[in-house]
């Protein structure tokens, strides 16, 4: 039998039971957890565990607009990251538990994602149409990995994908502080590394929004990444090939 698992922001009893007895009557098996908002502890890390299992076909998230602190968009961001890059084809809904919810106000890492209300007629068919079919991985232009321990803090990996290669790489945040920074093997925090003319405390504007950023010179393919340390919760990042002029290509994460 495939398996629902379900994040409900918030501990609203009776949406989850009935998101639960409308999976039962389409012969999906549903089971979940409430999420806890502790992004410095990395409590998000706690489910991932049962994100792995490949009997959970379809991950529901449930909440409304309110419930979207940005402790609780940052955490749901570096979760849905890390399931991204270990398990691609897990499906993925939104539960509207609030009628408010639309996608231009989910973090970036959730766009795409179906919406649909608690209380819709089309609950029980979304919820087995996710759970039958695979999720569609987006062909993208680098490569975005979290790394992730109570014990060395949040990092975040960088790249190019494909064949393709950068000549150097940059990595800012709004919000947050960058404090420390690598190249190495990709997959891999390196233990040690050679940072080729390293920069820090670089300035980036888009639109209105300031980003702090560092960077360095290191050819980056597809075996070599760019690995940066953030501290604290930012409300976004961009990251990209090393630009030698403002009009360099950069790739936005909104959380």
């Not at 803090?153 to 920074?181: C, L, Q, R, T, Y």
């Not at 190495?184 to 390196?190: D, I, K, R, W, Y």
Request: charged residues 25%.
């Amino acid at each position: 039998m495939k398996s629902v698992w379900i994040t409900a922001l918030a501990e609203e009893q009776v949406s989850i039971v009935n998101l639960i007895e409308t999976a039962s009557k389409y012969g999906l098996k549903a089971d979940g957890h409430f999420w806890v908002d502790e992004v410095k502890k990395m409590a998000w890390m706690g489910v991932t565990g049962e994100l792995r299992k490949t009997e959970n076909t379809l991950w529901v998230i449930a909440g409304k607009l309110e419930d979207l602190k940005p402790t609780v968009r940052y955490g749901l961001t570096l979760l849905v990251l890390t399931m991204q890059m270990e398990r691609p084809d897990l499906s993925l809904l939104w539960v509207d538990t609030g009628d408010e919810v639309t996608a231009e106000e989910l973090p970036t890492s959730l766009a795409g994602i179906p919406i649909v209300q608690a209380d819709s007629a089309l609950l029980g068919a979304k919820l087995a149409a996710g759970a039958n079919m695979k999720a569609r991985p987006p062909e993208l232009e680098y490569r975005l990995r979290v790394h992730a321990n109570p014990g060395f803090g949040i990092w975040f990996e960088v790249g190019p994908a494909g064949d393709e290669s950068w000549v150097g790489a940059m990595f800012a945040v709004n919000g947050g502080e960058v404090k420390a920074h690598g190249a190495g093997p990709a997959n891999v925090l390196p233990e040690k590394c050679v940072l080729e003319y390293p920069m820090e405390g670089l300035k980036l504007n888009l639109g209105e929004t300031e980003y702090i950023g560092w960077a360095v010179s290191n050819r980056l393919d597809r075996e070599l990444s760019y690995f940066v340390k953030v501290d604290e919760v930012p409300e976004g990042f961009l990251f990209g090939p090393l630009a030698e002029d403002e009009a360099g290509e950069v790739h936005v994460v909104r959380i």
